[in-house]
């Protein structure tokens, strides 16, 4: 993951007091309106009487509907700057945000580049010089705490930006919701932006979708690998753009599927493998192929860096420095091993990876073969989780999902992914948790995405989201956000913020032990922290049965803006971690209802 950096936060082009300025004269203007209108009128109406004929009287009763337009006119013009009004509200709370995450960042930065600056034993007291430097020199590129919380200024970047984009988005929605003036519709002409009744987020993806096709178009044209790697070295506004506004999945797949030269897909492929691996749209198999060629070359790297790791130089001077050198070293040298022994068994075939963007903190595993699948498990974890959660085959994230892939009910062909889509919320820092319910519509939006990506590549195939904890937040959001399941089943589920509503075609499940710790947060939401909605049968949940009863201590929790305090008997904690648990002892009821379900859907749609 890069360093944030100033340049990437969002701009705001608009000024908003000008803005609320020119809404303020606007509806001025709009009182003027009605005025003159009514003068005219009155005027018209007085032509009789020097001007007797019979056509003077149609034409004063035709002149009569300017008063009532210019009445309406005056009604959509108030209710435009009304619009505006409040989209300057909207932006000046935006700018603040904008504006404190700017102060974080510059923070942020400050520590981690004189960190850097002391771990590679420069002088040279300018940001300039470590880049000269070369970071991937560097061990340790991260102090402590800063990794994680680079990562969430970046997920509030996303979120703040996604919040821009969706104010403008609204007010333009708004005004085009402004009907035209009585009497004066016929003398106006729609334009064709207005007549296609898209949003500005519709449009910006149309935009970018384009752009971003262009690109692939004059990739595709190269049947070489390296060629590929020259071309985008000569256009790195084409990687970012690909990466950072991905193309419709649909125009993706058309694309793919224009493409008759297996030579030209192997360069691709092997040429450009991160940015095929994320592409929505394509084959579930060719984005397996290009991750594991990025997880091979990180595979190289890793082992070069294990090879050459020793204890760092320390201060001889200082007491213990020689033990903390030491100690960073045996952890540097487990975390390495670990990944590696991961990337291996990606390598070797053993794990498909359907997204794997390290830098970013993404990826998505996938078991079973799409392609084939009557119906497919989307697992969206819980707090906490980390690219680490998926390492561990047996008590890691993906245990579950595999076991439903591995036991699924006779007949039934069943396909899973685990998704992390971000950074997640950490119970570790208090500032992070997951009552802050912002992580949930950064990856909810992320969440929706990838449900748009299932509708291309699977589109006859139902759709199961399996959620838990507060994945079940994730999961609400990403429903609001045009996201479509066939059915969700939450696990120990922390309930979806306000606003959310159940949708049609859905069904849903909810299995939560009696002590769970979650229950005691139940609807419980003020603004940006909490979740309005608990995943029960008064919100249209059916509540399924579980393995375990009531533990010997129930739960305290206190809910409040300093994180969730738990006070808890190892019940309450056991049945939230258990839920998800592959061991048939500890949650096979669960386990075999969930399966069951899957063969449901999965017989529903044949």
């Not at 303020?24 to 004929?53: C, F, H, K, M």
């Amino acid at each position: 993951m890069s360093l944030i950096t100033l340049q990437s936060l969002p701009t705001l082009t608009i000024d908003a007091a000008a803005l609320a300025g020119a809404a303020i004269s606007l509806r001025a203007a709009a009182r003027q309106t009605t005025e003159l209108g009514t003068q005219t009128v009155s005027a018209w109406n007085g032509l009789p009487a020097s001007y007797d004929t019979p056509e003077c009287t149609d034409a004063v009763y035709k002149m009569a509907v300017v008063g009532e337009a210019c009445t309406d006119f005056e009604d959509g013009l108030g209710s435009a700057a009304t619009i505006l009004g409040r989209l300057a509200d909207d932006l000046t709370e935006v700018a603040q945000h904008i504006d404190a995450l700017r102060a974080d960042v510059e923070e942020l930065r400050a520590e981690v580049l004189n960190y850097r600056w002391d771990e590679a034993g420069l002088n040279a007291a300018s940001e300039q010089s470590v880049l000269l430097y070369g970071y991937d020199t560097i061990d340790r590129q991260w102090g402590e705490g800063h990794f994680q919380r680079n990562a969430l200024l970046i997920d509030l970047r996303d979120f703040i930006q996604g919040t821009l984009d969706q104010v403008i988005a609204d007010a333009a929605r708004d005004l085009r919701a402004i009907g035209e003036p009585v009497g004066l519709g016929p003398l106006m002409t729609r334009t064709a932006a207005l007549a296609s009744g898209m949003t500005w987020g519709e449009r910006q993806e149309q935009f970018t979708t384009k752009l971003a096709i262009s690109a692939l178009n004059q990739l595709s044209l190269l049947n070489d690998p390296a060629a590929v790697r020259e071309l985008l070295a000569q256009h790195p506004e084409w990687a970012d753009l690909l990466r950072l506004h991905p193309p419709a999945p649909d125009a993706v797949s058309d694309w793919w599927a224009g493409i008759e030269d297996d030579a030209v897909r192997s360069a691709l492929v092997m040429g450009m493998p991160a940015l095929v691996g994320a592409l929505g749209g394509l084959p579930a198999s060719v984005r397996v192929s290009a991750n594991r060629e990025t997880a091979m070359q990180r595979l190289s790297k890793l082992q070069s860096e294990l090879d050459r790791l020793e204890v760092r130089d320390y201060d001889e001077n200082q007491p213990y420095a020689h033990e903390g050198a030491l100690a960073d070293y045996i952890q540097r040298r487990a975390e390495l091993k670990t990944e590696l022994k991961y990337l291996q068994r990606v390598a070797d075939g053993e794990v498909q990876l359907y997204l794997y963007d390290r830098d970013r903190g993404q990826v998505i595993e996938m078991f079973g073969d799409v392609d084939k699948a009557d119906v497919v498990l989307s697992f969206m974890p819980g707090t906490n989780t980390s690219m680490e959660s998926f390492y561990d085959r047996k008590f890691g994230i993906t245990p579950f999902t595999h076991w439903e892939v591995q036991n699924a009910e006779r007949d039934v062909n069943v396909a899973g992914f685990v998704v992390m889509q971000g950074a997640f919320p950490n119970l570790d820092v208090l500032a992070s948790g997951p009552q802050y319910n912002a992580y949930a519509e950064v990856l909810g939006r992320r969440y929706a995405g990838f449900s748009r990506e299932l509708d291309v590549i699977a589109p006859s195939t139902p759709v199961m989201s399996v959620e838990h904890s507060f994945g079940s937040g994730v999961a609400g959001v990403a429903e609001s956000n045009g996201a479509h399941f066939d059915a969700r089943y939450t696990l120990a589920g922390i309930g979806m913020t306000e606003g959310w509503e159940k949708q049609l075609g859905t069904k849903y499940f909810a299995a939560q032990g009696p002590g769970d710790i979650n229950r005691y947060l139940d609807e419980v939401q003020a603004g940006g922290l909490g979740y309005a909605v608990s995943p029960h049968a008064a919100n249209g949940f059916e509540e399924r049965p579980t393995n375990f009863g009531v533990p010997d201590l129930w739960p305290h929790v206190l809910f409040g803006p300093g994180g969730v305090v738990v006070g808890a008997g190892t019940g309450g904690l056991e049945q939230h971690n258990g839920i998800i648990s592959a061991d048939e002892s500890v949650n096979g009821i669960v386990l075999n209802d969930v399966a069951l379900k899957l063969r449901e859907l999965a017989g529903a749609a044949k």
